[in-house]
């Protein structure tokens, strides 16, 4: 069992930069793809990036490439979303989610992640 925790969340204004970190618990974790998604106010849970168990692999949402990073530190158990100009369509409640075992190409699709977060709240003002 993997049990995640976020945090870094906050209120910025348009323009500015959050960092969001996961921390994470359970031998699995290093073996595990791990993935951000958000979810606004009545919208879906979307896909925002993923990283693969080695780092080596990463994806990433359009609406988010070129302002956002995913990176993951196996010996701390630790998963890192920087995002950088930061718009009001950011604005999200951001979940860390642990992939299932044996899951290979970086997946965008929720279902193919079995632990997740409690979120934290990211609210950009413009």
């Known amino acids: 069992q993997v049990q995640l925790v976020e945090s870094g969340g906050g209120l910025v204004q348009a323009g500015g930069s959050l960092r969001l970190s996961c921390a994470a618990s359970?031998?699995?974790?290093?073996?595990?793809?791990m993935g951000w998604f958000r979810q606004a106010p009545g919208k879906e849970r979307e896909f925002v990036a993923t990283?693969?168990?080695?780092?080596?692999?990463?994806l990433y949402a359009d609406s988010v490439k070129g302002r956002f990073t995913i990176s993951r530190d196996n010996v701390k158990s630790m998963v890192e979303l920087r995002m950088n100009s930061l718009e009001s369509d950011d604005t999200a409640v951001y979940y860390c989610?642990?992939?299932?075992?044996?899951?290979?190409?970086?997946?965008?699709?929720?279902?193919?992640?079995?632990?997740w977060g409690q979120g934290t709240q990211v609210t950009v003002s413009s």
């Open positions: 989610a642990a992939g299932n075992l044996n899951l290979g190409s970086p997946s965008n699709n929720p279902q193919a992640y079995e632990y």
């Open positions: 359970g031998r699995t974790f290093g073996s595990r793809q």
């Open positions: 990283i693969t168990w080695r780092g080596t692999t990463k």
